[in-house]
């Protein structure tokens, strides 16, 4: 049985479908009576062969073993298929076709959310509107359940919700085995340990696993007959924990029960993470590729190195180098920048990390930002689509560009390129506007930019022209307390802004800015007492703002 993933980067997502299919709750044929439950449900489980749905069905098989039914490997004959997959989302859907599986279904539901808190808390009930043929139960684990111990939760809480709705019976009284010798949680005397287990009830057969996780057998796996003990040789002395996982063949199925220990420990200490030795963190690198060192901590299993170009990032390298002490990572930049280093302790059943960074090789003076390179600042473009270059800059470990209508906007184009030296930016303006760029160089934890200017492409060649209030008419009497206002859009304008007040330039009753492409605006809630409304139409044209005055008579007696 292979160890469970231990990976500190895997969100592991799994999610169960159940497809309860072809069992007999009312006869098929006319007229036919409620025959009963069958004396042998069979169940099949099937997975899509990944690791966590594996691990779940092994789980699940010894979960289900204690109740009066079949486990078979032949879906086809079997009156219940349990489908495991690893999938993300995390939610509980429950459906029938008609009848009387609707309530059958929603037992199911009520039974899974009651048997089992983390449902409770992490899944959702909801009709599946879509379902066709017999009931089926869809149940996403999401990341609430990804570590074994979930994983056994969530199986028992699977197992009592059939119990109950099926009315499912225990099987014949039987216990799985026990250790007794040492008690539970005691630290270990020595680097050989004789574990001692009752002999249960029902039991044919023992299987010992030792390992450095729940459920591993990483330091030992052996096949126990019916031995009630076993000497294990070779453990750590490091004061580690030590898992044990007994299992008892009852029936011909293997049910388990876990133990934890702590491993002897030679020189009396504790547990302690790895510390990356060399390179000395800090220091500037050599070029491309370094090796990486570090201790090995005390009671460490294993082993996981990120590198990036933030601290905790991992787009450099994310490698699971196992019990080395030592990994060389290639393909790094070379233009000066902070490259960050996290090396991963597997200690104690959980992760924990240790940091260091260093200064890429190549600068060749102190931090710069990165510059535009093409087009030139201020050049005028050449289409819809322009493409914009920039240099590394120095110790620059990340890019951002925007683009828009006035500096700092981003209406056009907002990005984060990464580690890119060019964007593709297309859908300008074709009307020779002002376009703004601002290009952010990330140095040092803080963000730094440089803006440029550039004239847009112009299909139509002339001058800038203000937009002008087409409708209603200049000096027209509105016809209400509402009002449409339509403009043109003027030549290179690059926004709007409307005022209505009760002076020239007055803003009292109405005042809204609007980006180019939109001429219109729904204005309400103006006077109807017949006095003089006086509109401004703004238009915002190479850097500035211009305006038409206009003005027009208040709907009244």
Known sequence: ??????NPMK??????????????????????????????????????????????????????????????????????????????????EIGASAGDGVEFVRGLAEELERASPALRSAARAAACKACRGGNQVSLGLGDGFDDPAEELLAANAIRESLKTVMRLAERAASTPASIITPAGG?????????????????????WLFVGNWLGGDTLYSADQGTSLTATVPGLPADGRKIYVRLWSLIDG????????????????????????TSPAPGATLTGTSVTINWTPGVAVARYWLFAGLWEGGNTLTSADVGTNLSATVAGLPASGQMIYFRLWSYVDGSWQSADAAYQASGASGPPAKAA???????????????????????????????????????????????MAQSATVT????????????????????????????????????????????????????????????????????????????????????????????TSASVTGLPVDGRMLFVRLWSYINGQWEHNDYQMRAAGQ
Not at 1 to 6: A, G, I, K, Y
Not at 51 to 64: D, F, I, P, Q, Y
Not at 488 to 514: T, V
């Open 1 to 6: 049985m292979p160890e469970l993933s231990t």
């Open 11 to 92: 969100r592991i997502f799994c999610c169960v479908l159940l497809l309860m299919a072809a069992f007999a709750w009312t006869a098929m044929a006319a007229g036919a009576q409620d025959t009963g439950r069958p004396e042998a449900v069979r169940v099949a489980i099937v997975t899509d062969g990944s690791t966590r749905a594996e691990a779940l069905s092994k789980t699940l098989e010894a979960a289900l073993a204690g109740l009066q039914l079949e486990l078979t490997p032949d879906a086809g004959q079997a009156n219940w298929i349990i489908r495991l997959r690893h999938e993300e989302g995390a939610s509980l």
């Open 186 to 206: 005691a630290t270990l005397l020595a680097p050989n340990a004789t574990f001692g287990w009752n002999a249960g009830t029902g039991v044919s057969r023992f």
């Open 253 to 276: 199925t293997w049910e388990s029960r876990d133990f934890e220990f702590r491993a002897y420990s030679a020189s009396g200490g504790g547990p302690q993470k790895a510390q990356i």
């Open 372 to 418: 535009m390179t093409s087009p030139a600042a201020g050049a005028a473009l050449a289409g819809s689509t322009a493409t914009f270059s920039w240099n590394a800059g120095s110790a620059v470990t990340r890019y951002y560009l925007m683009a828009g209508l006035w500096k700092g906007g981003n209406t056009l184009f907002n990005q984060d390129m990464n």
């Open 427 to 518: 859908g300008l303006p074709v009307d020779g506007s002002r376009i703004y760029v601002r290009l952010f160089s990330y140095i040092g934890n803080a963000w730094q930019f440089s803006d440029y200017e550039y004239t847009a492409f112009e299909q139509s060649p002339g001058p800038a022209q203000k937009a002008v209030l087409t409708s209603p008419a200049p000096g027209a009497a509105l016809g209400g307390t509402s009002a449409t206002f339509v403009w043109s859009a003027g030549k290179k304008a690059e926004g709007y802004y409307l005022f209505i007040g009760d002076w020239q330039g007055g803003n009292s009753r109405y005042s809204q800015y609007f980006e180019a492409g939109t």
